[in-house]
């Protein structure tokens, strides 16, 4: 039995929201005592946590290990302002990495552009007319390539579009931008990565995601070669993040098993009904206000009606990317319609809207009655506000609910969507309490209305995101009894302003009883 005593600590209770001096035991991952006196034996493992505070693990709802990972190999486009600082970051990258044949990246954003429009390729291919290059853009929901990368992929002009996805053309020539389902076109040809690849990424971005204080990841959306990569490393004893892994479509209709080991968990199926906002993907009600388009509803009722009775029959839950109003509502109409003709009326199926950007008011009290968690990534909206305004104009007062949705009884749990965004929970913690860019703008916050209150934020990573993986009898807060997740900061975060809350630093990252991080 490993037992470790962690002394000269804060608790914070989320519940009391306030803290009290203690010291806490550990034995084989859990917490067994709790107290000023605790009785230990030799055999016990005494840290000093020098008056840290601790909170229970905080836990992202919502990231992507491999891309986040795989993002450190790549190029790093989140910073461009334009086309040609995009061009000048793929050189020096090539002059780094002079033996590559094919250039990948990612993370730009045309809002970000002086000219703030999706770009085409005829700059990309003019600069890299020999090598392919594909670079992605933040949210994942398109690709832009140049001319050399669509001639490989034998893709022109009179190319069929896949259903769900878009090709897009300016005066009837490809732009090099391939939305949705029709990257699948490109991504076929791309160098496959290899398991040994993958468990790479997957292990850098553990590195990562443990010095930002997570003590678990949401895994939205595990490949084959990711759950493979993931069993590996958990025979080699490298896997030091609690993992709650969503099987992709492809792997859930492959008829995975459910899988579970200590620190890993795959019981759910991560489904996309939509695309992105930015990207003019997001399946809206309305045509978007600055383009003339719906969006693109990859999944309609049907197909989510078949995919919803396939999962809870195999008791999966089923975690549904839903952005736009559209594939929100075609969500909730298609769950009705299956839990009404399920023969158990009782059935704890916990059903996750991931990202739940633009709901309608007369959609929220049906996604109450269902018992739909909304998971919401903060961050996004001091992101795309300006964006949003944008693509929706007078509907924007529809999108970023989080008060709303907390009124109406559902359930919110926080993430980010990393690497769309920082995987930092106390920058969505930020986001949430705040809804302001980093320089306090706008003043008094995007929506105020919607800003949430600290406990609110804290409970979104914590006890939230407990329930919305089955675990809130295990993990959430910090109790006897309790797996021992822990994030250690540096100070009371209750006793800071909504716009001091950046001030905490990580001191340390603790899963199942092991401090995997410290910086002390």
Known sequence: ???????NINIFDIDKFESYETNLLIEDGVVSDIGRSINYDKNTEVIDLRNFYMLPGLVDSHGHMTHLGKNQYEV???????????VEKIKTFLDLNNNLSWVNGGGWNQEKFDIKLLPDNKYLSMNFPDIPVTLSRIDGHAIWCN???????????????????????????????????????????????????VKKWILKAQEICLSKGLTEVHDAGISSIQFDAYKELINENKLKIRVYAMANQELFENNVSKFKSELFELKSVKLVADGALGS?????????????????????????????????KESFQVCIHAIGDKANREVVLALREVLENSNDHQFDHRTRIEHAQIIKEEDLKEISDLNVIASVQP?????????????????????YLWKTLINNNILLIGGSDFP???????????????????NNSPYGGWQPKEILNLKEALEMYTKNTAYGSFKENFKGNIEIGKIADFTLIDRDISLLSNHDVLECKISGTIVNGEMVYKDF
């Open 1 to 7: 039995m490993t037992k470790i005593l962690y002394s």
């Open 76 to 86: 790093d486009l989140r910073d461009c302002k334009s086309e040609f600082e995009v």
């Open 147 to 197: 001319k050399k990368a669509l001639d490989m992929a034998n893709i022109q002009e009179n190319t069929p579009v896949p259903d769900g996805g878009e090709i897009l053309k300016k005066d009837g020539l490809l732009t090099g931008i391939l939305v949705d389902k029709a990257q699948q076109l490109i991504r076929n040809i791309i160098p496959s990565e290899s398991i040994a690849d």
């Open 280 to 312: 003019n993907g997001a399946a809206l009600i309305e045509k978007y206000q600055d383009s003339d388009t719906y969006g693109i509803l990859i999944l309609d009722k049907n197909k989510l009606k078949n995919l919803f009775s396939k999962a809870f």
């Open 379 to 399: 961050m996004h909206c001091i992101s795309d506000m300006h964006m949003a305004e944008e693509r929706l104009g007078s509907r924007v007062k529809d999108s």
């Open 420 to 438: 769309v965004e920082n995987s930092s929970p106390l920058m969505g913690i930020y986001a949430a309490v705040n809804r302001t860019k980093f």
